[in-house]
């Protein structure tokens, strides 16, 4: 089965400064995609960054980066000169089975609701 | 309008009363999926869509839950006799391609926010 794991409910960080969100995944796929949401208090899923298995670089957006450690099976992001319009609710996701195209949905972790303080 | 759009927004519903919730999605997407987002959790998979064809229904968590796409556009996903746990946000996503979810081809609506008193 496949799992998300986000460690971090909440997390606080000072205007202009950079910011981790961690997120850990658990996956026997070989082949597999891991996504960067942003869910403002509105309700919209708002992709930020997506990071293939096969992806030899960690994937960049502006000022989100994706810290992909394989090994560790860890994908944390990384917001770069943090905006108060960043606060909100952020979910990492994985997607599985995209070789066979049986990439169908997307596993949730829990969330980290990221507070940018002026 | 481009994105996918959803209705109702906010929904109330009496425990035991049936409800239906809306989907559009972006014109020509051929997936679509509805996710389950109680509060303070993340989404959870409810069904799939290719076209008209309802390929997943694994996530759907009783047959209480149903849900349709006759037409290959428009979902409607019906909720009979609901209960408080039912109370959550309805996603709708829609992508153009086949089944695939990678990159940023899937694309999500605002949700309909469902309370079940």
């Known amino acids: 089965a496949q799992k998300i794991t986000q460690t971090q409910p909440g997390m606080f960080v000072q205007e202009k400064e950079a910011v981790t969100l961690d997120c850990t995944y658990d996956t026997s796929d070989q082949s597999y995609g891991l996504f960067w949401y942003k869910q403002p208090s509105s309700g919209e899923m708002i992709f930020l960054i997506y990071?293939?298995?096969?992806?030899?670089q960690n994937a960049t957006e502006g000022r989100y980066s994706l810290n992909f450690q394989k090994a560790r099976k860890s994908a944390n992001l990384v917001i770069s000169a943090s905006q108060l319009g960043d606060s909100a609710m952020y979910f990492c996701a994985m997607s599985y089975g995209i070789s066979s195209g049986s990439a169908r949905q997307l596993t949730f972790g829990s969330g980290t609701q990221l507070t940018v303080l002026p | 309008g481009a994105g996918v759009s959803q209705s109702p927004r906010y929904k109330v519903a009496k425990r035991g009363q049936d409800v239906a919730l809306r989907c559009d999605p972006i014109s020509g997407h051929v997936s679509l999926f509805w996710y389950q987002q109680a509060l303070g959790q993340g989404p959870e998979f409810l069904t799939y869509?290719?076209?008209?064809?309802?390929?997943?229904k694994s996530g759907l968590p009783s047959d209480r839950f149903f849900a349709e796409r006759p037409e290959g556009s428009v979902s409607t996903l019906k909720i009979q006799r609901t209960q408080q746990e039912d109370s959550a946000v309805y996603l709708c996503?829609?992508?153009?391609?086949?089944?695939?979810?990678?990159?940023?081809?899937?694309?999500f609506g605002e949700g309909s926010w469902l309370t079940v008193v």
């Open positions: 996503a829609s992508s153009l391609y086949e089944g695939g979810v990678t990159g940023n081809t899937i694309y």
């Open positions: 869509f290719q076209n008209e064809a309802q390929l997943d």
């Open positions: 990071q293939g298995s096969y992806d030899e």
